[in-house]
């Protein structure tokens, strides 16, 4: 399949959704509960604002995920439907104590913060991002915190920043294979600048576990899949998802393929052959799902 593979809608090559991509709404007393403590705060989660079908089972698992900087981002990926805009160096500096906030509400074990880009920011908004994770810190020291981070531009200045508020995971998501990466992602995001940024964090802070994530149907093909899972591994990532890509809208990108079930088990499989501490895949799998499994897995492995 060359280049031109990944297309924008095309009714003639529009396909359902197979049944294995249906869930059943949120439900049950805790996700009840939880939802109603927030809405009367004011806070929002990811979990609930982008509809995550898995939003029930990490609830009841007291892992939740909250994006921070703001709802528009400065990049326009084509597979995100995310607002994109110039947020004109805006910064709501309430997120700081309102995230610490949710943790305590939700009681959460584990908590992944993430945000839009902020290339409209002089530290593309790494500052805010540490003074998050140290706040919840100070306030949760028995959560565990999670970041799925933009780039910050590749600034190594600005990734020490953010790394010494000492998450327990560092996320930055490649989302595709090397020859897909445009037009999937924005022109200013590559895949050189992710492995190189994963890269720097696991040869300076070693004890932090780095993660990413790659969507499944946009035209590749296995062999780069395990070309891209090659690359990881080479920079010793640790953590790596698999999910099925599923457009947002017209606008977007076109699925190309709908992998299935069974497919997703044989990409599981093949991450932890090639070394991978810890592998989720499935259709509904998305970069923050389930994360706290991973702190799970940790406590196993060390008791």
């Known amino acids: 399949m060359n280049f031109m593979a990944v297309t924008y809608f095309d009714k003639n090559k529009y396909q359902r959704k197979p049944e294995w991509l249906k869930v059943k709404l949120p439900a049950g007393e805790d996700f009840k509960e939880i939802r109603d403590n927030l809405r009367e705060k004011g806070l929002a989660t990811v979990c609930e604002e982008a509809k995550c079908p898995n939003i029930s089972e990490c609830w009841s698992a007291r892992t939740a995920t909250v994006m921070i900087l703001g709802d528009t981002c400065t990049r326009a990926c084509k597979f995100c439907h995310v607002k994109t805009g110039n947020p004109k160096g805006f910064i709501n500096h309430n997120e700081i104590e309102n995230t610490s906030e949710m943790v305590g509400l939700m009681s959460l074990r584990y908590i992944v913060i993430t945000s839009v880009d902020r290339d409209d920011l002089q530290d593309h908004g790494a500052g805010h991002f540490a003074a998050v994770v140290d706040r919840v810190h100070r306030d949760h020291p028995e959560t565990k915190v999670e970041v799925l981070i933009p780039d ?41 600048k992710t492995l190189r940024c994963l890269d720097f964090y696991k040869t300076h802070y070693p004890s932090i ?73 499935g259709p509904l799998v998305r970069s923050s799902y389930k994360a706290g499994d991973f702190l799970e897995y940790v406590e196993n492995k060390d008791s």
Do not use: C
């Open 152 to 192: 910050f531009g590749g600034d190594e200045e600005r990734m020490h920043l953010l790394a010494k508020s000492h998450p327990f995971v560092i996320a930055q998501n490649i989302e595709t294979v090397k020859r897909l990466t445009h037009p999937v992602r924005d022109p200013r995001a590559s895949y050189e």
């Open 209 to 281: 576990q780095t993660k990413t994530s790659l969507m499944m149907g946009l035209g590749e093909t296995w062999k780069e899949i395990q070309e891209t899972l090659d690359d990881l591994r080479k920079i010793h990532v640790d953590i790596v998802t698999f999910g099925q890509y599923l457009q947002p809208s017209k606008r977007h990108l076109s699925v190309e393929k709908f992998y299935s079930p069974e497919e997703f088990e044989e990409l599981k499989r093949m991450a932890l052959k090639m070394g991978f501490k810890f592998v989720a895949s």
